[in-house]
């Protein structure tokens, strides 16, 4: 009941918004300090970050890794609501249940001393930027392990492999005539669709891997036109590419570039996550996660999303997405199991009690 009653306080915080962001921050921070958990806050892009160490002041080091922010919602999305044992509102699925759940892990485990564990929370992993992002940040203050685990959405699977992303601002030229004329110009707009089509196209689109069928290509914005009279001559399109591990991202791109009367912007670009399947602390938190849910293919699942857990393995930290039940995610009926909840708690709570045990019995595990 703890996990759901904190999951709809934050859900309860309009976090599409800088003072929302503000305010929901300050509420994580009083509710671990409210628990005895000292929490170090800091800015980061003039937003906050949240970061906090329990356990063991030395030895086996685990970082917890969630954020707070979320796409923008409807009004209703920011009271939640209970239907049997689905929790809704914007957030419940990515990240707040998650992010919840951690806060409970984390006073959980503050008293054990084998292991230390860095929670960390930011508060712009939805955003599309290519400044360097608050996980980065932190990354930078020495907020790293042995292992990460980002409580992405992952219906309590453990996500070895994410595709990569390359966000593209494509601009497209045309040229301009009067709407009663339409044959004179040369209309941005419909070209725009066409490039957005030859992208999709492409060889690497049809391409698969051992965890993905296929690299996913989606048109989120396009811009174009001034007068409803006009054929527009500039027509500017977003174009969303989540890239498999092992394409080139540079060949894609070089690929659209080639495309004719269009100039091409990386807007954001994140690598794929991956990390080795055999990883002690992969197999020791797939052990862990046996005992509470079943099947050897909850053990590694690509997810066709990206998240911040990049950033901890460009710095050489071995990282997870791993998250509760749910579904809907950026969408109207967002929604997170309040059973899957408890149940995440358990294990992370499970998995950093297994570690010591698992070091003793691994006597080339590695430890930071």
Not at 147 to 176: C, M, N, W, Y
Not at 225 to 254: E, H, M, T, W
Request: with cysteine; net charge negative; hydrophobic share 40%.
């Amino acid at each position: 009941m703890q996990v759901q009653a904190l999951t709809e306080r934050l859900i309860s915080y309009e976090t599409d918004s800088a003072e929302g962001i503000r305010a929901c921050a300050g509420f994580i921070k009083g509710w671990l300090e409210a628990r005895d958990v000292e929490v170090k806050d800091g800015t980061h892009n003039e937003l906050p970050v949240l970061a906090a160490t329990v356990g063991a002041e030395a030895g086996p080091t685990v970082v917890l890794h969630g954020h707070l922010d979320v796409v923008p919602g409807f009004p209703e999305q920011y009271a939640p609501r209970v239907d049997g044992d689905r929790l809704f509102g914007r957030g419940a699925y990515d990240m707040k249940g998650g992010l919840a759940a951690m806060m409970c892990a984390v006073r959980d485990i503050a008293e054990q001393n084998a292991v230390r564990v860095h929670f960390v929370c930011v508060s712009d992993e939805e955003a599309d930027t290519l400044d360097a992002r608050g996980s980065d940040y932190l990354v930078e203050r020495g907020y790293v392990g042995d292992f990460a685990i980002t409580g992405e959405p992952t219906d309590l699977h453990i996500g070895i492999q994410s595709k990569g992303v390359l966000a593209l601002r494509i601009t497209v030229s045309g040229k301009s005539a009067h709407g009663s004329t339409p044959w004179l110009g040369d209309n941005a707009v419909l070209k725009a669709i066409d490039v957005f089509r030859q992208i999709s196209a492409m060889p690497f689109a049809r391409e698969s891997s051992e965890l993905f069928d296929r690299p996913s290509i989606s048109l989120g914005r396009v811009m174009g036109g001034d007068a409803f009279n006009k054929v527009p001559d500039c027509c500017v399109i977003d174009v969303d590419i989540r890239y498999l591990p092992g394409q080139d991202p540079q060949r894609i791109l070089s690929d659209v570039k080639a495309i004719p009367d269009s100039e091409v912007e990386v807007v954001v670009h994140r690598d794929p996550a991956v990390v080795d399947r055999d990883n002690p602390f992969v197999t020791t938190l797939g052990e862990v996660l046996a005992g509470e849910h079943s099947g050897p293919e909850a053990l590694s699942v690509g997810r066709d999303g990206a998240s911040d857990i990049v950033s901890f393995l460009d710095a050489g930290v071995p990282g997870v997405e791993f998250g509760p039940v749910g579904a809907g995610h950026h969408g109207p009926e967002e929604w997170v199991s309040l059973a899957s909840l408890e149940r995440y708690r358990g294990v992370l709570v499970d998995f950093v009690n297994a570690i010591p045990s698992r070091i003793e019995s691994t006597p080339h595990l590695r430890i930071a």
